[in-house]
């Protein structure tokens, strides 16, 4: 990775008007600009309030509490300062038209302030990837996985893995570089081997957690069952809206609808279903009833409202519900009665429903990965697997080879330009 010498500036902080607007400066020239505009500058890290005036007209644009960084203690390596504005539209404006017009200042674009901090070594690619998610957080669970990757919970596993490689790969480099020499200790191949394959395990039980992605895209939830068995009406109860149509004549929804909703820190996506009928004439009724089967084999849970058996069994974790319980008798062993009208059931099925989401997402304890971690985890638990699984040092050397450029790639130490600019382009400007 390059690095840009150029200087630049942007908002920081949310969107104006806001009580307070963060102008953020990182570059060669931050702090001769911020003298430029406020004067002589407080101490290093410390807040003095000044005056914030144009470097040509010398017009006051604000009295602002104004913050030095000096590089590299600052969060992107490089000089920094920091203007604490009123926050209103003219008064970010005329700063920025005041920064626009110091030689060798631009505007920064989207994430420019972080990829500058990857590139000096403040944040490594997992935990910058961490802080995006961080922005992007609406949850609870959310805030926890991405918050753990900013403190480089992912970074520190990596770490040690990578150091472990690097001593298994040691040894096998010794024996084939020096096994003729008398004072190298020959480590038995069996023994690196069972070196490997420990690694190779550790990786697995990590692959096994939920990623990170599902805390983000929520768990998608799917009604299902015959025609009129009170699926939108289901649905509509369940986010709090008018989502879906609701009528009595069998066959009103056609096609899926979605709704999405949080509850008790968990991120949902609630799918509405056409009704499955046994057979139809109606070709729009059999697409609806075909997209239907593919909303239940893609569900991560299964809410299935008829009276007969679901129709997918094993597949993901399925709630039996016994719908519209106020006008019917006791339902049968191992059915949830409700009644959407009365509400009857619904704080059971809600509990019913936590306890098998809860499952299909990461813990607060486990290192959660995202789809690119996991992939590159993947590359790396394969070239483990082949190595434990041959007697050719030779073979063994190069998947252990193939196996550190995997894990390198996870923090960024290789081969990350190609995906930069997709991470980055999601972060706010000022970040």
Same mark, same amino acid.
């Given at each position: 990775?390059?690095?840009?010498?150029?200087?630049?500036?942007?908002?920081?902080?949310?969107?104006?008007?806001?009580?307070?607007?963060?102008?953020?400066?990182?570059?060669?020239?931050?702090?001769?600009?911020?003298?430029?505009?406020?004067?002589?500058?407080?101490?290093?890290?410390?807040?003095?309030?000044?005056?914030?005036?144009?470097?040509?007209?010398?017009?006051?644009?604000?009295?602002?509490?104004?913050?030095?960084?000096?590089?590299?203690?600052?969060?992107?390596?490089?000089?920094?300062?920091?203007?604490?504005?009123?926050?209103?539209?003219?008064?970010?404006?005329?700063?920025?038209?005041?920064?626009?017009?110091?030689?060798?200042?631009?505007?920064?674009?989207?994430?420019?302030?972080?990829?500058?901090?990857?590139?000096?070594?403040?944040?490594?690619?997992?935990?910058?990837?961490?802080?995006?998610?961080?922005?992007?957080?609406?949850?609870?669970?959310?805030?926890?996985?991405?918050?753990?990757?900013?403190?480089?919970?992912?970074?520190?596993?990596?770490?040690?893995?990578?150091?472990?490689?690097?001593?298994?790969?040691?040894?096998?480099?010794?024996?084939?570089?020096?096994?003729?020499?008398?004072?190298?200790?020959?480590?038995?191949?069996?023994?690196?081997?069972?070196?490997?394959?420990?690694?190779?395990?550790?990786?697995?039980?990590?692959?096994?957690?939920?990623?990170?992605?599902?805390?983000?895209?929520?768990?998608?939830?799917?009604?299902?069952?015959?025609?009129?068995?009170?699926?939108?009406?289901?649905?509509?109860?369940?986010?709090?809206?008018?989502?879906?149509?609701?009528?009595?004549?069998?066959?009103?929804?056609?096609?899926?609808?979605?709704?999405?909703?949080?509850?008790?820190?968990?991120?949902?996506?609630?799918?509405?279903?056409?009704?499955? /009928?046994?057979?139809? $004439?109606?070709? =729009?009724? &059999?697409?609806?009833?075909? %997209? @239907? *089967?593919? !909303?239940?084999?893609?569900?991560?849970?299964?809410?299935?409202?008829?009276?007969?058996?679901?129709?997918?069994?094993?597949?993901?974790?399925?709630?039996?519900?016994?719908?519209?319980?106020?006008?019917?008798?006791?339902?049968?062993?191992?059915?949830?009665?409700?009644?959407?009208?009365?509400?009857?059931?619904?704080?059971?099925?809600?509990?019913?429903?936590?306890?098998?989401?809860?499952?299909?997402?990461?813990?607060?304890?486990?290192?959660?990965?995202?789809?690119?971690?996991?992939?590159?985890?993947?590359?790396?638990?394969?070239?483990?697997?082949?190595? /434990?699984?041959?007697? $050719?040092?030779? =073979?063994? &050397?190069?998947?252990?080879? %193939? @196996? *550190?450029? !995997?894990?390198?790639?996870?923090?960024?130490?290789?081969?990350?330009?190609?995906?930069?600019?997709?991470?980055?382009?999601?972060?706010?400007?000022?970040?």
């Amino acid at each position: 990775m390059t690095a840009d010498t150029s200087t630049i500036f942007a908002v920081a902080s949310g969107a104006p008007p806001a009580a307070i607007a963060i102008m953020r400066i990182s570059g060669p020239e931050a702090l001769a600009a911020g003298s430029l505009i406020a004067g002589v500058l407080p101490p290093a890290r410390q807040a003095g309030l000044r005056s914030l005036r144009h470097p040509l007209s010398g017009l006051l644009l604000d009295r602002a509490i104004v913050i030095a960084f000096p590089g590299p203690a600052s969060a992107t390596g490089e000089d920094m300062v920091e203007f604490h504005l009123h926050g209103g539209r003219a008064v970010i404006a005329a700063v920025a038209d005041a920064l626009q017009g110091v030689e060798g200042l631009r505007p920064a674009v989207a994430g420019e302030f972080t990829r500058r901090a990857l590139i000096a070594g403040r944040i490594d690619l997992a935990g910058a990837e961490g802080l995006g998610d961080l922005l992007t957080a609406e949850t609870e669970g959310q805030r926890r996985a991405a918050m753990a990757a900013v403190e480089g919970v992912v970074s520190r596993a990596v770490t040690g893995w990578s150091s472990r490689l690097v001593m298994i790969s040691a040894q096998v480099e010794s024996i084939l570089d020096f096994s003729d020499e008398d004072d190298v200790d020959e480590t038995p191949i069996d023994a690196i081997r069972e070196l490997v394959s420990a690694l190779a395990g550790d990786l697995a039980s990590i692959l096994a957690v939920p990623p990170v992605e599902r805390l983000r895209d929520g768990v998608r939830l799917v009604l299902a069952g015959p025609p009129n068995s009170g699926k939108s009406t289901l649905l509509n109860v369940l986010v709090g809206r008018a989502a879906a149509i609701v009528s009595p004549i069998a066959g009103t929804t056609r096609d899926r609808i979605e709704a999405a909703i949080i509850r008790d820190g968990i991120a949902y996506v609630l799918t509405d279903t056409a009704g499955l /009928a046994a057979a139809t $004439d109606d070709p =729009i009724e &059999a697409i609806g009833i075909e %997209r @239907a *089967r593919e !909303a239940m084999a893609s569900a991560d849970i299964l809410v299935w409202l008829g009276d007969d058996s679901p129709p997918v069994d094993g597949v993901c974790p399925t709630l039996w519900l016994w719908p519209r319980a106020d006008e019917r008798p006791l339902p049968p062993p191992g059915r949830l009665a409700i009644s959407a009208r009365t509400g009857d059931g619904l704080a059971a099925l809600w509990t019913a429903i936590a306890e098998a989401a809860v499952t299909l997402l990461p813990r607060e304890d486990q290192i959660a990965l995202n789809q690119r971690q996991r992939l590159l985890c993947c590359d790396c638990h394969e070239a483990l697997v082949q190595a /434990a699984g041959v007697d $050719d040092l030779l =073979i063994i &050397a190069e998947q252990l080879r %193939r @196996a *550190r450029l !995997a894990l390198d790639q996870i923090t960024g130490a290789t081969h990350v330009e190609a995906m930069l600019d997709a991470l980055f382009g999601r972060f706010c400007i000022g970040k």
